[in-house]
């Protein structure tokens, strides 16, 4: 019987291509989107419990004063706080491409020491004292005030060298800044961090793109009892509540589901996008069955003749359009998980495409098959010999 249904899959061999093709286009489509939702889920779920993010409690593009770091260090509880600056800055070798730049203070390193490693790293010209539990590879960053800090995969990308100087047109900090590479990190399996970060000295920001001011973006806090999180939160905030600046501390994981939610309803208007595309294909596909059906509809009655019950024709239809909707959905998920996962996006850096996504679609494309073949199936088992016989379209 399954000969009987890849013969009449291929009897006309440019209806069932295209209506492959139609199955693919849009189940590509469906993963594509997919892969953004789930680019930002993981952009959310990146941060860590132990770590709480401290913000200007308005917008997240307003600064806190630097001396608010003293004041919250001082709380019970409270291991180490350092801090983080977006900075923004576009490449002028590749002025599309959005990656993330910070400027970070010399507790940043030994906060997030258990996130990243260095795999290349200058040697200092001299010896220098570095704060405690810092990589004593960073001891050539450690004394150059422009020196920066690299994604691995961003520095293989940018085919850059150390000691190289990189030059970084402004955004928010106008003006051009040159940066020396003087290390080069690879992010750990746990780590928060991806893996085409650029990381340089916050004084250097403050110096020249702050006029001296002593401000920043984000205080990061180190907690190393994480079920006193909230309690540390809620007293850093009560601590600047009356202040001109006030903050809002969550969660580092909570930060970044805030980041995302700075997006409105993207996530929402793309799943609804999906969904129509998935109602699309179905009427494709439906139509494509009824069609397919209708031709042959003196050729069931023979079939029956010959001895073939009624649900040996319904299961012939339906599988038939299960194979030829699971055929373009399992080609549309692989090109999606092994041709979009990892590649470039912007903000995010890359694609993340998660293996739910992509079994989504395969179910999703034999689901299709199942309901989009049922009613002609169920016509074509409920036909009768005679009927069918004297038929002529």
Known sequence: MLS????????????????LASVFVALFLFSSLGAILDTFQAAADSGSRERLAV??????TNFLPGFYKSQIVAIPGVKRVCTQTWFGGIDPQ?????????????DFWPMYRKDFTLVQWSEPQAAVSLPPETDPHL??????????????????????????????????????????????????EDGTWSDDLILFHNEYLQE????????????????????????????IDVLFENSDNATLTQSEQAFGAGFISMFGNVPFALRMIGFAVVFTILVISANTMVMAVRERTS???????????????FGMVVAEAAILTTGGGL?????????????????????????????????IAVGLGVVSGFIPA????????VDALRRVD
């Open 299 to 313: 050729e069931i009655g023979v079939l029956k003749t010959l001895g073939f019950t009624d649900g040996a024709i």
């Open 331 to 363: 080609l549309a998920a692989a090109v999606a998980k092994f041709g979009l996962d990892h590649a470039p996006f912007p903000i995010f850096n890359t694609l993340t495409i998660t293996w739910t996504t992509v079994l989504t679609a395969v179910g």
């Open 208 to 235: 020249r793109g702050l006029g001296g001011r002593d401000l920043v973006g984000v205080f990061k806090v180190e907690i190393p009892d994480k079920s006193q999180s909230a309690t540390i939160a809620k007293q």
């Open 55 to 60: 913000r200007h409690a308005i917008s997240l």
């Open 378 to 385: 169920w016509q074509a088992s409920r036909l009768r010999i």
């Open 4 to 19: 009987l249904v890849f013969v009449n899959l291929f009897r006309n061999k440019m209806r069932t291509f295209l209506t």
């Open 139 to 188: 001891a050539a960053y450690w004394m150059e005030r422009n020196a920066c800090v690299v994604g691995a995969d961003l520095f293989r990308e940018r085919g850059w060298k150390l000691g190289q100087t990189i030059h970084l047109e402004g955004t928010l900090f106008r003006g051009t800044w040159d940066f020396v590479i003087r290390g080069v990190y690879h992010k750990t």
């Open 94 to 106: 590749d002025r599309k491409a959005m990656k993330q730049r910070f400027a970070v203070d010399d």
